[in-house]
């Protein structure tokens, strides 16, 4: 996949989930807060603003961000034995 389709993709995807995790603030059946955390962590890779933010959130509530830390190493390891990639040691 070429770099800009990439991005393309990576945008989409992470608004997408802003905008679920918008609606999930209103309506009682999604998780609204976090739709929103999922959407900024993808966000983060291409907007400044988003990885500004995420790291305030970090701060401010740090177990939440251990157990996010070793939620993205476990859906790594998920995403490389998906591929069929070797994981990194």
């Not at 500004?52 to 939440?64: E, T, V």
């Amino acid at each position: 996949m070429n770099a800009y389709a990439k991005r393309v993709l990576i945008l989409i995807v992470g608004w997408g989930f802003i905008l679920l995790g918008i609606a999930g603030l209103f309506l009682p059946i999604l998780q609204g807060v976090l739709f929103l955390v999922i959407g900024l962590i993808i966000l983060s890779s291409e907007y400044v603003w988003a990885h500004h933010l995420l790291a305030r959130l970090r701060k401010h509530f740090p177990k939440i961000s251990r157990i996010a830390d070793e939620a993205a190493v476990k859906a790594g390891n998920w995403l490389r034995r998906l591929s069929g990639q070797r994981q990194a040691d």
